[in-house]
Each structure stands twice: as C-alpha cells, then as structure tokens.
C-alpha cells in the first residue's frame, strides 16, 4: 500500500494531492494514509503536510535506495539498508564473523548507539545523516592497514566535494571540515588473526551530517551539516555511491598512494599551531607535515621536531590565533 500511495504523490510531484482522493483511490482510511505518510517521511521522501488540505510530494533525495546504491557501484558487492540500528560498525563486525563474503557496504536511516574516535557518540538522527561501515576482508598487510583511515578520509572528502560543490578538509586524523566545523567522521575498527599474524576483516564507519541534525548548542559549535554550509540537499545514495567507488579505486591502487597525497593535500592542519594531548600530556606544536604513513610531523616550542601516530594522541585543539 505504501508503494501504492509513493506512486499517486510521485504522479503529483509538487501538486497538492488531498487525503480524501488518496483514500478514495485506494479505498483505505484518511487516518491509515496519514500514517503511510508519516512512514515515508521518516524515510527520507520530502512530502509536505498541507494542514486539512493535503500532502506534496517534492523529492526524494534523502531516501537511501538500495538498488540505486547496488546498480551504481563499479566493484557488485552485498548492500544491506537497514531502518534503524545500534550502530553499523557493530553490526558490519558481527556480520564479517558470520559470513563468507569479503565485502558488504552496510547503511542504516538511524542509529541508536553511533559511536566515533575514543569512545565518543556519534549524533545519529532519522534521515539527517549517512550512516554507513564498509566492511572487507583484506590482503593487504597489518602495516598498510594503519593507513586505512587517510584513505577512507580521502574518498570520503573528495566525494563530498563532488556531490555538494563545496570544498572540504581533512583535519588528522578522521575527520572532514567545512568552513572549520566538522561535517563527517570516520571511525575504522578491525581484528587481526594472532595466529597468522593478517588481518581478519576491517570495518570503515563513516558518519556524514547531511540534513536536519539536531544538535546540542554544545556541539553546534563545532559540526555542521551539509546543507548548512552548501545550501543544497545532497541525495545520500547518490554520494554513497560516489565515496564506495571511490574507496574502491584507491584499494585497487593501494601501490601507488595517490589517496595519501590526496590526504595531505586536504589537510585542515598543515601550518597551523595546534595543542595536542598525548597520554597525559598536553603541549602546543606547530603542524610541520604529514608524512607517507600517515603520521603528524610537530615543531615543538623548543624547535624540537617529533613525529607522532594517531594512537599516541587523544585530542587535538586548533589554536584560536591561527
Ligand atoms: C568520529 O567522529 O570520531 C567518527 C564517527 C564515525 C561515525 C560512523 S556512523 C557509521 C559508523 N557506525 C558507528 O557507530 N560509527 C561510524
């Protein structure tokens, strides 16, 4: 009934439609169409409720579609969309132990326990974000998987700029910045086979502040959203396949580290003074660099240079003078 109702709004799309037809035609309640609406719009459809008149359909570029995702990645690999879940990296890692495939791209509309970097929340609204974890099963080495996060960083900023014609920067080591707020965040969590000493799957969680996240005043002041900064709505699907097939491209061509120089050209951080925690240590640097492993290249006060791996560090601040 649902995909009954979608098609008579989409047939309308940007006329207003009243409840009566829409119940006549389908000889079901005005209450029980309200409430099949209501459903599609937690969805993602942008259908407007037009008090005691009716509903408009005008897009439905926030709704994640499975098949668009599935038919337009370069690399076929398994989609699950789900509704609503705790947390897709949780569930990417128990479904890598369960399954055979060496690849699954796994989305959810919500999530109830979005985690990010050092046991931080991820904010996880209705259709306001993309939610996803890209889970493989690689051959690469434990080595190259310390790198996994530049690369995903890569993809994930390049693709933004693509789909919302912006210009977005990485700030080490995880996450992407607008106009010096944070838009996205990649957390990548893996295990490794002791025995054999390689990798048993890892799971690249990226989490993107698209539209209509609610946020406390707190942490309004240092995320944004894509619309806020673009002015636009970006289809999630849409950029979903953008950064899946970029990531792909990248791993095809993990030789020849093209995603790194991306990585340090879009960096947020080089030349600027910025306050590092380590352990529990706190201390002012100057960004020289980043390196081809990734690493932060410091200028300490003392004229001391230190290079330092994202493990070491617990928070970076960007001083306010910069
Ligand atoms: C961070 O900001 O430190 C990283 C945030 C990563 C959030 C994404 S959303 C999809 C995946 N599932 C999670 O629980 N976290 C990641």
Redesign the pocket.
Known sequence: MKQKILKILKENKDNLISGTTLSKNLNITRSYVSKLISNLIVEGYDIKKIDRLGYIYKNDLKVLDKDYIYNNIKNKKEVIVLEKID????FAKKFAKETFLKEAVIV?NT?T??????G?S?V?NEAS?I???YMLKPNFSLDFAKKITCLAASAVSSAIDEEANVSSQIKWV??IYINGK?VS???TEGSTLLEESKLEYVVI???INTYDQVFTDEIKKIATTLENEAQMIVSRSKLIVNIINRIDNYLANIGNDVYMKEYINRSFVIGKKVTLQKYDKIFEVEVIDINQEGELVVKHLDGRFETISSGEITRMKINSEN
């Not at 947390?87 to 949780?90: D, F, G, L, M, Y």
């Not at 326990?113 to 050092?118: D, F, Q």
């Open positions: 947390s897709t990296n949780n959810a999530q326990e979005g985690r990010g970097r050092l931080r991820f996880s974000g939610y996803m974890s995880n996450d944070k965040g990649i957390l969680g990226i989490g």
